[in-house]
């Protein structure tokens, strides 16, 4: 219906390109499929899609994980805010991707990140926790936390600065922990 309603000059290949879209749903090889959408926009668009620099992609990679460590370690942020910013750096170092995630899918991001994080290395953590059981801990205290603060909003008893230190420590063990990995991806990629 949309395509129908787009200006007579581009129609017949919008057209085109919903058919070759339910065709690419059949095809099994994903370069197929990119190279076909390549040669659809440059019909369509008049634009040639570059191929991705993969150099260029790296250093892109860790001048984000650069940012986003600096970010973790800037004194003074909200408490909130740790692990907001830990998900994605942990994502570009251990899956090499760079996201942006709102709060709503952290949690489903943090699943994700079981795999990636490994398992417990000897002497790894204090508490013989692993990395991911921190990372874990981090977003449930907080999830808590925002909950309980935005209950009991009039509130600023005891049971909320007592949550708030409990998210702090859990923040400060996940920082370290995010310290040790980062250096260790600093080291690995120098190499």
Known sequence: VLAKALPDDIRPKALEALTAASEWQKKTDVADAVDALEDLAIDLCGIKIHKVD????????KEYRTEMFDMLNVEGQPVTSVIAIAVPLLYSMTKQIMVTLPGKVLAFAVSNLQKSLGPQEEGEEAEGRSRFDVIE???????????????????????????????????????????????????SRKL
């Open 137 to 187: 801990s981090l977003h449930k205290q907080t999830v808590g936390y925002i909950q309980h603060t935005s209950r009991n909003k009039d509130s600023g008893g005891s049971e909320a600065v007592e949550l708030e230190q409990q998210v702090e420590a859990c923040a400060a063990e996940a920082r370290e922990l995010i310290s040790k990995m980062y250096q260790e991806c600093e080291q």
């Open 54 to 61: 993969k150099k260029r992609e790296k250093i892109i990679l």
